[in-house]
């Protein structure tokens, strides 16, 4: 719905645009505007286009909430949203190649804000007895580039509308997965911290904006648009930087709580399906211990089915321009 009213806004300015075009060339080449310009702009988008998140570690995106007995499930909700949502800045070069028609080539960093992404409360997990409560928390941070074409409208009483449409190619970025667990038992408290980096798969994106700018001197103006991105992205790798119990390192160490510190517990190759020359315990798992986690290339990056997230978002980005 919200690319459809973007599309539609964006359309509606143009019409207009074409509109005013011969008000525009009656003004002379006096008035010509054809030329370099750069713009320096910081956003913050709101998510849109919500949708389930993936599996964290083998655990279903789902908050859980267990009773006293810590088997009995008092409450479950899926957990889903859009990592579109958090701060951008972002530095673009345009080209006007006449009053009404340009091009630009934006260079954004985004900075997402964090999600959870998964959540449990007081769920049994040994005897003993021993309860886990734990969060895993996600956000996304992205380099991209956002080539675009530019219509320009006619400028009165210095404010200039325009609209833009694009694409976004991603040229770097990841997926960090914050893990925070406490284990409760008889025999004390263990705090684990669990740090995974999801590297993705190339990816194109859509971007549409409507804005306007505001001239303050012959050369320097400032801006302000409302832009919609989309898209989506898979994971290519996920690997655990860090794992700590009790803030001591213990990533390559097996526990009582992660008794795998093979190669393959801390590294991951998605892939699209699952079979018999994968890597995986739902596979071929390692019978010769208890733990079902373990498979027999404990020194292969472990097999897991690829997922996607949603980057989608609207944002207002606000900023200054200045024309050569």
Avoid: W
Avoid at 3 to 20: E, H, I, Y
Avoid at 49 to 59: C, D, M, R, W, Y
Avoid at 120 to 130: D, M, S
Avoid at 144 to 153: I, K, N, T
């Amino acid at each position: 719905m919200i690319k459809k009213m973007m599309l539609a806004a964006c359309l509606t300015v143009t019409v207009s645009a074409f509109a005013q075009t011969p008000d525009a060339s009656a003004q002379g080449a006096q008035n010509d505007k054809k030329g370099m310009y750069f713009k320096v702009g910081g956003s913050y988008f709101i998510q849109t286009a919500a949708t389930e998140f993936p599996i964290v570690s083998g655990q279903l995106p789902n908050t859980d909430i267990y009773a006293a007995d810590g088997t009995t499930l008092v409450s479950r909700e899926t957990n889903h949203g859009s990592f579109g949502e958090g701060f951008r800045g972002s530095l673009t070069a345009g080209y006007r190649f006449s009053n009404c028609f340009g091009v630009e080539m934006g260079v954004n960093y985004f900075r997402g804000n964090n999600k959870t992404m998964v959540q449990t409360v007081h769920r049994l997990v040994a005897a003993g007895p021993t309860f886990v409560d734990g969060t895993a928390v996600g956000r996304i941070k992205a380099l991209d580039l956002s080539p675009a074409l530019v219509l320009f409208l006619n400028e009165t009483s210095g404010l200039e509308p325009y609209t833009k449409v694009g694409v976004i190619v991603p040229v770097y970025g990841d997926l960090t997965i914050e893990t925070n667990r406490t284990y409760t038992n008889p025999g004390g408290v263990t705090k684990a911290y669990a740090k995974d980096v999801v590297k993705p798969n190339p990816t194109i994106g859509f971007m549409a904006a409507v804005g306007t700018s505001y001239k303050l001197t012959e050369k320097l103006s400032a801006f302000a648009e409302i832009e919609y991105r989309n898209f989506t992205v898979s994971g290519k790798t996920k690997e655990t930087e860090i794992y700590t119990e009790n803030g001591v390192d213990r990533l390559h160490t097996p526990t009582a709580f992660r008794p795998d510190a093979s190669y393959s517990a801390s590294h991951v190759t998605y892939v699209d399906q699952i079979n018999s020359s994968s890597n995986s315990p739902l596979i071929n798992p390692d019978t010769s211990t208890s733990y079902t986690g373990d498979t027999t290339r404990p020194n292969d990056a472990m097999n897991e089915i690829s997922s996607f997230v949603g980057i989608s978002g609207l944002g207002l980005t606000l900023g200054l321009k200045y024309s050569l």
